[in-house]
């Protein structure tokens, strides 16, 4: 009798095990249907943007678009955003895109190079970083382009002013057109 009550013990463990393989694949799979769904919808959030800032060039006269001008993040956080670019001229338009920030000092640029360290107008020290294509570009007259950037959130809490302007490299590296928006970081 002993003997049996050893082996039903055996194939309940038995059976507990095989069940909890079971449930852990269909979590597994659930969680991974999940994170698909997630990226599917970044992705189709990310194009509508780009649509919305073509869709505001062709419209409007404006050379540049930034959708937003107020963006909130968590300290360190990234976000990627797009800024949109109409060439209004007449003849072709060279140019390149410089971002800055509002430091006690004026606007700073901000480096290719990755994190550049700031002094905030309150006088606190921050870094901050912005990656986007900073090579020359080109656009026909009447043309657009949506150029993706990421923003890193200032390593601090506080509220920061950026600048995105448009540098026309056929006219001496004069400003051909700029937008603020601040980041405000918690």
Not at 114 to 127: D, I, L, N, Y
Request: net charge negative; charged share 20%; aromatic share 8%.
């Amino acid at each position: 009798m002993n003997k049996k009550g050893s082996l039903n013990l055996s194939i309940q463990m038995i059976v507990i095990v095989v069940i909890a393989f079971v449930v852990l694949g269909l979590g597994l799979g659930f969680v991974r249907s999940q994170f698909g769904d997630i990226q599917k919808t970044t992705t189709a959030v990310q194009e509508q943007i780009s649509q919305q800032i073509l869709e505001e060039l062709r419209t409007g006269n404006k050379p540049l678009s930034f959708p937003a001008s107020k963006l909130v993040l968590e300290t360190g956080e990234e976000s990627v955003q797009a800024i949109g670019v109409k060439n209004t001229k007449d003849q072709e338009l060279k140019f390149k895109v410089e971002f800055s920030v509002k430091t006690n000092d004026g606007f700073k640029p901000l480096t290719e190079a990755g994190e550049t360290p700031f002094t905030a107008v309150s006088g606190e020290e921050f870094t901050s970083t912005v990656l986007w294509d900073t090579e020359e570009q080109s656009l026909k007259p009447g043309k657009t382009n949506v150029i993706p950037i990421t923003i890193t959130a200032p390593n601090k809490i506080g509220n920061y002013l950026y600048k995105v302007a448009l540098i026309d490299l056929g006219e001496g590296n004069e400003e051909f057109a700029s937008k603020t928006f601040f980041i405000k970081t918690s």
